[in-house]
């Protein structure tokens, strides 16, 4: 919301409001003859121009930016979730690994066995 002093009022709305306000009273002004203040009302206009371009391409920039992260994230899901049978060699867990992880998921899994019977005396 803005608040702006025009050359004989004063005018309250959003800049697309003030922008057409301002056209709008330029025009007339143009229609009465007064081109002195048809080119102030004009000069007013073209500010709340400017200023929606700027909202509008910093609305684009950031719609872009949330866009990108929300395909990374996508990405990276799909990447995890890629199916065992597809990876080569080079990243297959070694049996090592696989046995390392069983144990930490058993071990996580007696903890949780363990803080749920605490809990339930």
């Known amino acids: 919301m803005f608040d702006s002093n025009g050359p004989d009022l004063r005018v309250r709305g959003t800049a697309q409001q003030l922008f057409e306000k301002y056209l709008q ?7 009465t003859g007064d081109r002195i203040l048809a080119e102030a009302y004009f000069q007013h206009a073209e500010h709340y121009f400017r200023i929606l371009n700027a909202m509008n391409q910093a609305a684009e920039k950031s719609q872009q930016e949330r866009t990108e992260r929300q395909q990374q994230r996508q990405r990276a899901y799909e990447d995890r979730r890629e199916p065992r049978g597809e990876r080569s060699e080079e990243e297959q867990p070694s049996q090592e690994q696989d046995a390392e992880h069983n144990a930490e998921r058993s071990s996580e899994d007696d903890q949780d066995h363990r803080t749920a019977e605490v809990e339930a005396d």
């Open 25 to 31: 009273l330029g025009r007339d002004a143009t229609g």
